[in-house]
């Protein structure tokens, strides 16, 4: 592998020196979010292969082009998991790319987001240096938590070869519950419940009907059950419900308008825009199908204290991310700057300036 990671290095050198621009891919499963791709392709599977699992640890330290698929085999043998759910969408997936994206699943709300789970990464910067951060322990380092910065990085900052992961065990039992309330009522009960000791491990809600799982314990996830009551999907009815969430197979995700995600605070009132919504992580995402203006979409996630996103449907349009405030804009500038000098790593993917 040390071959395939000097010729990558070398590459990147000739590519900064003539200022050619460079595509990081790894399965293509997210082609289709942020802007458009630009320059030769590198494509990083044949970096692949778990470089060391330690399950007594919780830790997994895999090479970047692995794919998702295998690597969430490999932990499934040991009854472990990535706590995120990171979807899928389509096969061929990677752990790069998972991490590139930072896109979480259906857990997030309650367990975290992809950057809260890597411990450490492997990274080819704009000059062709061979960079590491972190380890592979819960603690491992001072100051700038580097690592963590790929996450949602969008492969502007460098190629990511390999990153340790914090897992998890899989939980022991879990329940979904389906209740029938409208979206005011179900933002309520959400919120009312998210100050409650309840092991509430995902939300969805979407035309009248409200989704909830629990997870944990068996004792809790029973208990939880009788305290709340609704009506108990079988288990494969639950599975293919959050599986098709996770990887937008629900029908919702396929009716061809364009999709946005609004990041909102849980508790913000009902969005209030033409189209249809599906709600998530407790209130705290809501997916929009909607030809609305770009600008009313965004005017409305604004005043609900939150920001919107172009998810799919955005292809060659450099506005798909939310406008950043001055402050943060000029630190994702610097940090481009300080990894990329060249600017020569997915321009324009994540910012159109840069």
Not at 74 to 80: G, I, P, S
Not at 86 to 112: I, K, S
Not at 127 to 154: C, I, P, Q, T
Not at 253 to 274: E, I, T
């Amino acid at each position: 592998m040390s071959e395939l990671i000097q010729a990558w290095s070398e590459r990147i050198r000739a590519a900064a020196a003539s200022r050619q621009p460079l595509c990081i891919r790894g399965g293509g499963t997210k082609a289709f979010y942020g802007g458009p791709e630009v320059g030769e392709p590198i494509v990083t599977g044949a970096c692949r292969g778990i470089v060391n699992y330690a399950p007594s640890e919780l830790v997994v330290s895999v090479r970047a082009g692995t794919p998702l698929a295998d690597l969430e085999a490999a932990l499934a043998v040991e009854n472990q998991m990535l706590a995120f759910e990171p979807p899928h969408f389509a096969e061929g997936g990677t752990v790069g790319g998972c991490v590139a994206a930072g896109l979480a699943g259906p857990r997030r709300a309650a367990v975290g987001g992809v950057r809260d789970f890597v411990l450490g990464a492997t990274l080819i910067d704009g000059r062709g240096d061979v960079l590491r951060f972190g380890g592979e322990v819960m603690k491992n380092v001072a100051g700038y938590d580097v690592s963590r910065f790929l996450a949602g990085s969008l492969g502007t900052l460098g190629l990511i070869a390999e990153v340790s992961l914090k897992v998890l065990p899989r939980p022991v039992a879990e329940a979904t519950l389906r209740f029938e309330l409208d979206e005011a009522a179900a933002l309520h009960q959400l919120n009312v419940w998210a100050g409650q000791p309840l092991p509430v491990s995902a939300s969805v809600w979407r035309g009248g009907v409200l989704h909830l799982r629990l997870s944990g314990a068996s004792a809790a996830v029973d208990a939880a059950v009788a305290r709340l009551g609704g009506e108990r999907l079988a288990e494969a009815t639950a599975a293919a419900l959050w599986r098709g969430l996770r990887d937008h197979r629900d029908a919702f995700f396929g009716d061809g308008l364009p999709l946005w995600r609004l990041s909102v605070p849980s508790d913000a009132l009902a969005v209030a825009l033409p189209g249809e919504q599906l709600v998530e992580w407790g209130g705290a995402q809501r997916w929009l199908r909607s030809d609305a203006p770009v600008a009313e979409i965004r005017a409305r996630a604004a005043a609900l204290g939150g920001h919107a996103t172009l998810f799919r449907g955005g292809a060659g349009r450099s506005d798909v991310f939310h406008p950043l405030p001055a402050p943060m804009q000029a630190l994702q500038r610097n940090l481009k700057q300080a990894f990329d000098p060249a600017g020569i790593f997915n321009p324009g993917r994540l910012h159109p300036e840069f």
